[in-house]
């Protein structure tokens, strides 16, 4: 797994560690800017480009698996959910919480 400068280093060579904390990704890790870009990028975009933006987005979520990214997809999907509330729990939070329920 690729890690950012300065971030936390696991134990052995192979990739485990003794440490049960997970790894912090280079875009999560101490002073990134990325919470803050993606909050900016989706306030910032008109209302058409937001709404094809959210298909985007609700595509990704729904048909992706990326458990080494659960917190960096976190942060994109309530950037979403942040700049349009409406639409953004309509189609990115309820759906993801029915599959939750389902399962």
């Known amino acids: 797994p690729r890690r950012g ?12 560690s ?19 870009f993606m909050e900016l990028l989706f306030a910032r975009l008109s209302p058409s480009l937001f709404e094809h ?3 985007m987005v609700a ?14 997809v976190g942060v994109m999907t309530a950037a979403v959910v942040w700049a349009g509330p409406e639409a953004g729990v309509a189609r990115l939070m309820v759906p993801v919480a029915l599959k939750v329920l389902a399962e």
Do not use: C, Q, W
């Open 5 to 16: 400068a300065g971030a936390p280093r696991g134990g052995g060579g192979d990739g485990h």
């Open 18 to 36: 003794a440490n049960t904390e997970p790894e912090v990704s280079f875009l999560m890790y101490g002073s990134s800017m990325y919470r803050p």
């Open 53 to 55: 933006s959210l298909k």
């Open 59 to 72: 595509t990704f979520l729904h048909t992706t698996t990326l458990a080494g990214a659960v917190s960096e």
